[in-house]
């Protein structure tokens, strides 16, 4: 499956557009919206499901303020958080609602952490809170946090590489053009062009793509 960067990406839409194609994304007023359009494309493709080439399996520090941890990514921008587990254990602590962890953590009880909950942010930074609170005599040497990532096409060079099949990007953004070409209105040729788009991502998304490159390859997590 073709991978496209962002500049590739805008051109192909510009081509479709029938305006002529530019070297660098920021060069006309045109492309400069196109890369914003394209932003609210992939901000919809990551939300439509948990695609795999958004799952980091990674160990983040997470720092103890007031039976909190907070989890510094270092402007890594996670979608969310897929499990959290005990460095050295295998099974992951099972997730609970915030008002459910805040209902058994009245008991006060203290152990090994069983269950977790994202209840706060700083930043960029998701704050967990565990439960029950961790006994000090029982030795927990920290956590790792397996997240999903969320994905932006901003950049100043139009070099990144997006990891979608390209022509879904390319229809997609295809159909945020006309959109907003036709005054914000449901022009036909909008209409057509989205509804393929929607038919095309339910389809890529059911193959459960895992492929990460340019071309067809093989996915690997990254650490």
Not at 13 to 28: P, Q, R, S
Not at 118 to 137: F, L, N, R
Not at 197 to 220: C, H, I, P, V, W
Request: charged fraction near 20%.
């Amino acid at each position: 499956m073709q991978r496209l960067t962002v500049l590739e990406i805008v051109n192909e839409v510009m081509k479709k557009m029938g305006l002529d194609t530019v070297a660098a994304i920021n060069e006309t007023a045109f492309s400069r919206v196109l890369v914003s359009y394209l932003n609210d494309t992939v901000d919809l493709v990551v939300n439509y499901g948990e695609w795999p080439q958004l799952r980091i399996i990674q160990k983040y520090q997470l720092t103890s303020v007031e039976n909190r941890y907070q989890c510094s990514v270092a402007g890594a921008h996670l979608r969310n958080i897929q499990g959290v587990r005990i460095v050295g254990r295998a099974s992951e602590l099972q997730a609970m609602h915030p008002i459910e962890l805040e209902n058994a953590a009245y008991a006060s009880v203290t152990g090994i952490p069983w269950a977790y909950s994202v209840v706060d942010a700083s930043a960029d930074d998701p704050i967990i809170k565990v439960h029950p609170m961790e006994d000090t005599s029982i030795l927990v040497t920290g956590f790792k946090v397996h997240p999903w990532l969320d994905v932006s096409a901003a950049t100043s060079t139009g070099a990144v590489v997006l990891d979608w099949h390209a022509p879904l990007i390319v229809q997609g953004l295809h159909a945020q053009a006309l959109y907003h070409e036709g005054g914000n209105t449901e022009t036909p040729e909008f209409v057509t062009t989205f509804g393929l788009f929607m038919k095309n991502l339910q389809s890529e998304f059911a193959k459960y793509t895992t492929d990460t490159g340019r071309y067809l390859r093989l996915y690997a997590p990254r650490q």
